[in-house]
């Protein structure tokens, strides 16, 4: 029962430290999402050169789109005119920090950990773009075919909601509910290793620094961690005595990479394109992380035993702190009760309505998966609408359209069309 206990508060302190940041930077994602149109971005990225690649660092550094949400949002830049190095500058930076995670990363860590992350992860950005222009010289870019029977954005696109709504519904529901479990898995690997990993572990025999770069690079590149999630293991590598290059590398790598975004990419933009993609990412994780080890001041770092002890035993017990908890872990049963009645839902027989085709389509992961898919699907002429059901990994098609042309567009987003 003590051993219960004992979770259940390390769990709570964690919730305590990161849910005043957490709702603040949702609701900076949700203002992001709405005043930021990917129309707007694709815009600003679609030629190549120094100046598209920039752009599109600047433009990913601020979104809180984790590896899985970006992959699909950056190869649909591509296919409708983004160039390969922008699109990649906008791969590599954006799944290593966001405005939510800046926000956490000052709350657990410290300040110039927030503060070099997102600088890290420009550098990395524009170096990986302009890396992919260099490697990879085709030029010749897939742009999906507009329909031409309406204006605009307006073809097949349901009314918008008011953008107070927009905005809500964004952060609080969509995005939550796409990294919801992997916080919460997050939260869980930290609070184990907090109390199962013993202090002197690193101390006493993983004490190379260069070494635990090394293996924590070579254990988070097929990883999947939002870069929120990171934030609380990050925390506890550096209070169990992990060299802060290590933990950079962590930080940087687990959000970025993972196997399903390797195989995507080297399938939607070719072989080179991923090279300089894995190459930024592998040289700025171990550049930045002996650059923090060796040159810069480590206590700039390094936890300090107050840090340690409130992150171990201790956390902010504020009015602020426990309303926020609260309405955080409300946020997340409410989001993850909704997966569950949309699998429930799923199971039952529904009826196929006249020119309906439903396609399995495998890929999908989240609702960035899902409005992308949806969006480009109804820019095709005589397709009146486009429902994806993440749940059956399914898509239905509505309207007048060859399976062909539903096959290509699919497999050009960087997913799988099965049947």
């Known amino acids: 029962m003590d051993v219960i206990q004992e979770v259940l508060l390390a769990i709570w302190n964690m919730f305590l430290e990161m849910s005043p940041y957490l709702l603040l930077g949702f609701a900076f994602a949700g203002i992001l999402h709405v005043l930021i149109p990917k129309s707007v971005v694709t815009k600003q990225i679609g030629k190549k050169g120094f100046l598209s690649v920039v752009k599109a660092t600047l433009l990913g550094v601020p979104l809180p789109l984790c590896s899985c949400g970006v992959i699909p949002t950056g190869v649909s830049f591509y296919h409708n005119g983004a160039s390969k190095g922008a699109t990649n500058a906008f791969l590599i930076s954006t799944p290593q920090t966001g405005i939510d995670s800046i926000l956490v990363t000052s709350s657990l860590m410290n300040w110039p950990w927030a503060i070099f992350r997102p600088i890290i992860a420009l550098i990395t950005g524009v170096f990986g773009g302009l890396l992919t222009d260099r490697m990879d010289d085709n030029t010749e870019f897939k742009v999906v075919e507009e329909c031409t029977d309406c204006e605009g954005d307006s073809c097949s696109v349901p009314k918008k909601k008011h953008w107070l709504v927009e905005i809500i519904n964004y952060a609080f529901v969509e995005f939550l509910g796409d990294i919801s479990r992997q916080l919460v898995v997050g939260i869980l690997i930290a609070v184990a ?123 902010s017990n504020s009015w602020i702190a426990i309303i926020s908890a609260i309405i955080l872990i409300g946020l997340i049963i409410y989001v993850e009760i909704k997966k569950i009645k949309s699998k429930i839902n799923s199971l039952k027989p529904t009826k196929i309505m006249e020119n309906n085709v439903i396609y399995k389509v495998d890929g999908m992961t989240c609702n960035h998966c899902k409005n992308s898919v949806e969006t480009n699907l109804k820019k095709i002429p005589n397709v009146t609408d486009a429902v994806v059901d993440l749940t059956n990994k399914t898509v239905t098609v509505k309207g007048s359209v060859s399976k062909e042309d539903v096959k290509n567009l699919v497999n050009s987003l960087g997913y799988t069309f099965v049947e």
């Open 193 to 315: 290793i907090t109390l199962l990993v013993p202090p002197t572990v690193f101390s006493e025999y993983l004490t190379n620094p260069v070494l635990n770069m090394l293996l924590i690079l070579v254990a988070s590149i097929p990883l999947y961690v939002c870069a929120t999630g990171s934030v609380p293991i990050g925390a506890s590598l550096l209070a169990l005595g992990v060299s802060p290059g290590a933990v950079l590398v962590f930080l940087m790598a687990g959000p970025a990479t993972n196997a399903a975004t390797i195989t995507v990419l080297w399938k939607s933009l070719g072989k080179n394109a991923t090279l300089a993609y894995l190459i930024s990412i592998i040289l700025g994780a171990l550049t930045f992380g002996l650059f923090i080890d060796y040159v810069l001041p480590k206590e700039w770092f390094i936890l300090s035993q107050t840090q340690i002890a409130e992150h171990v035993h201790h956390s």
